[in-house]
C-alpha cells in the first residue's frame, strides 16, 4: 500500500541554520507528493507540492524535489527563522488509489534566536 | 480565501455520550475529509466524501460515522464515545483535477472523552 515515512523529531536548530526534514514514500505508480506545515494552535497549511520525477515545489524559501530513484522528497531551507517553528507533514496522494491523501507521523522544528 | 470552519474548538464528553462535529467550507469544494491527529501518528484518515450523500471509509472507521447532506457540511459523528477517541479532529476540504491532494484545514477540534 501507499506509506510516508519521514524523519522523527523533535529537530532543533539555531536561526539561519540549514534545515532538511528526510522524507520518503512507498506507492505504486506516480503519486504527487506535499509538504504541509502546522503552526502552533492552528490547522495545517499546503507548503509545496510536486506532481512529477525531479519536479521541485518550493515556497516561502522552502523547497523539495521529487526523486524517483529513491522514493524520497526531503524538505529543505537554506536559512530558518524562529517564525519556521511548526510541525511539518510530508504527504502523498496516489490517484489509483481515488482521494485519499496519506500523511507521515509529522516533525516538530523548533527555531532558536 | 478558502475558509474551513470547525463548529467547537474544544469539547468535553463523557463516555457513552453521543458527539456531532461539525464542519463547513465556503469553497464548493466536491472532496471533504475527517482525520484524527494523534502524537507520533500523524493524521489519520477517518472518513471522506466527494460528493453530497457520497461517504468512503478511511482508514480508522470503527466507532464513527458521517454525513453529508450539503455540499459545503460533513458532519463526523460518534454515536457512543469512548475514552479512546480522545483526540485532536481535522476537517479538510479538497480540490479535484489536477489539483487533487491540495487540502484546506479547519482549525481542528479538540475531544476529551471521560
Known amino acids: 500500500g501507499n506509506s510516508v515515512t519521514q524523519m522523527e523529531g523533535p529537530v532543533t536548530l539555531s536561526e539561519e541554520a540549514f534545515l532538511t526534514i528526510n522524507c520518503t514514500y512507498t506507492?505504486?505508480?506516480?503519486?504527487?507528493l506535499f509538504w504541509y506545515v502546522q503552526y502552533p494552535g492552528e490547522g495545517l497549511q499546503l507548503l509545496l507540492k510536486?506532481?512529477?520525477?525531479?519536479d521541485k515545489g518550493s515556497n516561502k524559501g522552502f523547497e523539495a524535489t521529487y526523486r524517483k530513484e529513491t522514493t524520497s522528497f526531503h524538505l529543505e531551507k537554506g536559512s530558518v527563522q524562529v517564525s519556521d517553528s511548526a510541525v511539518y507533514f510530508c504527504?502523498?496522494?496516489?490517484?489509483?488509489?481515488?482521494?485519499?491523501?496519506?500523511f507521515g507521523a509529522g516533525t516538530r522544528l523548533f527555531v532558536k534566536a | 480565501d478558502v475558509k474551513v470552519t470547525q463548529s467547537s474548538r474544544y469539547l468535553v464528553k463523557r463516555t457513552g455520550e453521543k458527539v456531532f462535529l461539525e464542519c463547513v467550507q465556503d469553497?464548493?469544494?466536491?472532496?471533504m475529509f475527517w482525520y484524527r491527529q494523534d502524537p507520533g501518528l500523524g493524521l489519520r484518515l477517518i472518513y471522506f466524501?466527494?460528493?453530497?450523500?457520497?461517504?468512503e471509509k478511511g482508514d480508522i472507521p470503527e466507532g464513527y460515522s458521517v454525513s453529508r447532506e450539503k455540499k459545503e457540511r460533513f458532519s463526523l459523528i460518534l454515536e457512543s464515545a469512548s475514552t479512546n477517541q480522545t483526540s485532536m479532529y481535522l476537517c479538510?476540504?479538497?480540490?479535484?483535477?489536477?489539483?487533487?491532494?491540495?487540502?484546506?484545514f479547519g482549525e481542528g477540534s479538540r475531544l476529551t472523552v471521560l
Open positions: 466524501s466527494y460528493d453530497v450523500k457520497m461517504k
Open positions: 504527504a502523498l496522494i496516489n490517484l489509483t488509489g481515488g482521494f485519499k491523501t496519506i
Open positions: 506507492a505504486t505508480g506516480y503519486p504527487s
Open positions: 469553497m464548493d469544494h466536491e472532496n
Open positions: 510536486a506532481t512529477k520525477a525531479d
Open positions: 479538510a476540504s479538497g480540490l479535484t483535477g489536477r489539483r487533487t491532494g491540495e487540502l484546506f
